[in-house]
């Protein structure tokens, strides 16, 4: 069992910044790819970012420029720095990590973004 644990999430004003977390049990080495997804109120769960084994990235047009995928293999956590954030970033944001083809979901952290 892979579960990541999501954390960082929490009220910023617009134009601020904040970075999430997502830690894996274990090692990540193996892993095929990891992401981050987020589901608005009233809207469906959407790809925001993703990275591959290779660490090759890719990102929705939508926080290209602001959003900032990356991951430490040490310590076994995957991280999205988020700048100049919107109001329309407020959802809550998943972890999402693809093992052996099988994907492991996080919980998910609250992001609320309003002055």
């Known amino acids: 069992q892979v579960q990541p644990v999501e954390s960082g999430g929490g009220l910023v004003r617009p134009g601020g910044s904040l970075r999430l977390s997502c830690v894996v049990p274990?090692?990540?080495?193996?892993?095929?790819?990891m992401g981050w997804y987020r589901q608005g109120p009233g809207k469906q769960r959407e790809q925001v970012t993703i990275?591959?084994?290779?660490?090759?990235?890719m990102y929705a047009d939508s926080v290209k420029g602001r959003f900032t995928i990356s991951r430490d293999n040490a310590k076994s956590t995957m991280y999205l720095q988020m700048a100049r954030l919107r109001p329309e970033d407020t959802a809550v944001y998943y972890c999402?990590?693809?093992?052996?083809?099988?994907?492991?979901w996080g919980k998910g952290t609250l992001v609320t973004v309003s002055s």
């Open positions: 990275i591959t084994s290779s660490d090759d990235t």
């Open positions: 274990g090692s990540i080495l193996g892993i095929d790819l």
């Open positions: 999402k990590v693809r093992k052996r083809g099988i994907d492991y």
